[in-house]
């Protein structure tokens, strides 16, 4: 069986969060929202180790209390101008520690309601897949298609759409393929880069709770879904505020990925 490893892109800025930090470190549930999205990966017993690209000089992730998820959590200061920069960068910082047809599961730092059963369901739908796929759900409403005057030019049908989220999965090798001969100005995720080689990859059932924190009134919604499903915990932490939470700093150290055996 390969093995599987996790990849975050936590370099960018999050500007339409209108906040004055990145916003994979606002507060959520008395964690950052990164910490969130690496737990969820961390704790998953097919993976192997979890690699998160930050920018470089990013000085506020030691500080963001990441011990208690042990040595499976390795930060890469290597992130790029786009998403797909950063992957790509983060994939070949890796490299020592990644064969070549191990799986890579690509996740979003932004979105800190993955649940166990959604990984589960990736690994046990793809895991003798020849191409990898993405966690994704079918559109339910209906879309419009605006025209320059912000009006309906058309509605469009919805049969056989699908809202792609993240783990995205590939094989190590193809998917650095993929995005070395990708623009990443255009690729906005990782299936696209795939779909570029002609390849195509499977629609795993995703879970609405699996959302992107994209806008302020994200992160109450986010911090509803987390709380439902960890009250003793969740619920005696502050509600969130968009402030990092720096009350108890830990020396987070930095590892160089170990080579593959």
């Avoid at 549930?29 to 930050?54: D, K, M, N």
């Avoid at 994704?136 to 209906?142: H, K, Q």
């Avoid at 968009?242 to 020396?251: E, F, H, L, W, Y």
Wanted: glycine share 8%.
């Amino acid at each position: 069986m390969a093995k599987a490893y996790a990849l975050l892109p936590a370099a960018g800025s999050g500007s339409r969060m209108g906040v004055p930090m990145p916003k994979q470190y606002l507060e959520i549930a008395g964690r950052p929202l990164l910490y969130h999205a690496l737990a969820a990966l961390a704790r998953h017993p097919r993976i192997e180790q979890t690699f998160v690209v930050l920018a470089p000089g990013d000085a506020r992730f030691p500080a963001g209390g990441w011990r208690e998820l042990g040595a499976k959590v390795t930060p890469l200061y290597c992130g790029g101008e786009t998403r797909a920069a950063s992957v790509f960068n983060g994939l070949l910082a890796a490299r020592d520690a990644i064969a070549g047809a191990d799986w890579v599961l690509v996740h979003d730092a932004a979105r800190p309601c993955l649940g166990r059963e959604e990984l589960d369901r990736l690994f046990g739908e793809l895991e003798t897949d020849d191409t990898g796929g993405v966690l994704a759900v079918p559109v339910a409403d209906t879309l419009k298609r605006a025209n320059r005057d912000a009006r309906v030019a058309g509605t469009e049908p919805r049969d056989n759409l699908w809202l792609a989220q993240t783990p995205q999965m590939f094989r190590y090798r193809v998917l650095v393929e993929a995005l070395r001969a990708a623009d990443p100005a255009v690729v906005t995720d990782e299936a696209r880069a795939i779909e570029a080689l002609g390849l195509k990859p499977r629609l795993v059932m995703g879970d609405t709770r699996n959302i992107k924190v994209t806008y302020p009134e994200d992160l109450a919604l986010a911090e509803l879904i987390l709380r439902s499903r960890h009250p003793p915990s969740v619920s005696r932490q502050r509600p969130a505020t968009g402030r990092q939470d720096a009350k108890t700093p830990r020396k987070f150290i930095s590892r160089k990925p170990r080579k593959a055996r």
